[in-house]
């Protein structure tokens, strides 16, 4: 019966990061153009005194519009596969420790 959780632990480990690769590189939603736009573009003074674009100077991990973003349903997969991993891991625990228990200590002859 161990041997059975484990093997659900490790399948379900691998369903996790089954997921995780899914949500990453395969997202399903698109990121909005709204949130892309919000910063407007401002001049600026330098430091050696030139004007230079704020948007320009932004990070390059911005997303730009049409970037697509994980969906719902892939963070909800995540968030699944996760509990599922924990519940394994503790039941393997639960009936590893329960095995344990039960088998009684081993008695020597002549005691």
Do not use: C, H
């Amino acid at each position: 019966m161990r041997r059975l959780f484990v093997l659900l632990f490790i399948l379900s480990l691998g369903a996790t990061v089954a997921t995780i690769y899914w949500r990453t590189y395969m997202p399903e939603g698109s990121v909005s153009a709204a949130k892309s736009e919000r910063a407007p573009a401002t001049r600026s003074v330098g430091p050696q005194g030139g004007n230079r674009d704020s948007a320009s100077s932004r990070a390059p991990s911005a997303a730009p519009a049409g970037e697509s973003a994980a969906s719902g349903r892939q963070d909800l997969a995540v968030t699944i596969s996760i509990v599922s991993s924990i519940v394994s891991a503790l039941a393997a625990l639960v009936q590893t420790w329960l095995t344990a228990r039960a088998i009684p200590p081993v008695r020597r002859m002549g005691d």
